[in-house]
């Protein structure tokens, strides 16, 4: 059973076009971090959210930390192409950062 | 400042044998972890290493081992080599010792048991 379940698994979309990803989980973390990995690279950490209903900025990106703690949503506003890649939530839990599976979003010029 | 890097970046083995990868991390960071990617099941933690103690693994047989030196650079050697076991193996470094602390990680080593 994965702890953190990220949906959707896969998203190809056009430029200009919105979405969101999510990060469920029914436990409750301490902290949840994001972060983006291209091709043939590590990831790269974009966010930490902490405080239970915190709603972080990052330029056209959107990251909400659910109430409980159990959830957090990723909005992309007017997609790029550069933002291709698979984003990934991470919770802190028992002395140990667990990650989901990833969405792998496709943004098409 | 330079990112973790690792070595090799590339490492093809056959079933049974040893394979050893290699971590520095960011000048000033303690702690090291390291995670295994395999096609479809994500990034699993592997092991966390800080100040040169092993601090927690994860739920990987014991033929996955590692260590800390006291530079705080890292090793992670599999031994007994089994197909399931290719996959990118990424190492990561924080400058603190809580989970909580964002980690930095390398590109990667890229594993294939042939």
């Known amino acids: 059973t994965q702890l953190l379940e990220q949906s959707p698994q896969f998203l190809s979309i056009q430029e200009g076009e919105n979405l969101t990803v999510y990060c469920n989980s029914s436990s409750v973390f301490s902290s949840l971090q994001w972060y983006r990995q291209e091709p043939g690279e590590g990831p790269v950490l974009l966010v930490t959210v902490v405080t239970g209903g915190e709603v972080k900025k990052l330029k056209r990106l959107t990251f909400q930390f659910g109430d409980a703690r159990k959830d957090s949503s990723l909005h992309i506003t007017a997609a790029q192409p550069g933002d291709t890649g698979l984003y990934l939530c991470a919770g802190a839990r028992s002395e140990k950062l667990v990650f989901g599976k990833g969405t792998k979003l496709t943004v098409n010029p | 400042e330079a990112g973790v890097t690792q070595s090799p970046t590339h490492l093809i083995k056959t079933r049974g044998q040893q394979a050893t990868l290699r971590c520095s991390p960011i000048?000033?960071?303690?702690?090291v972890y390291w995670y295994q990617q395999a096609l479809g099941l994500g990034l699993q933690f592997l092991l966390w290493y800080d100040e040169g103690e092993e601090r927690n693994r994860g739920n990987f047989p014991p033929r996955f081992s590692g260590r800390q030196f006291p530079n705080y650079s890292s090793e992670l050697n599999v031994n007994a080599l089994e197909l399931e076991d290719s996959a990118l193996y990424l190492c990561a470094s924080s400058w603190g010792a809580g989970v909580d602390s964002p980690l930095h990680f390398g590109n990667g080593t890229r594993l294939t048991v042939t």
């Open positions: 000048s000033g960071h303690t702690s």
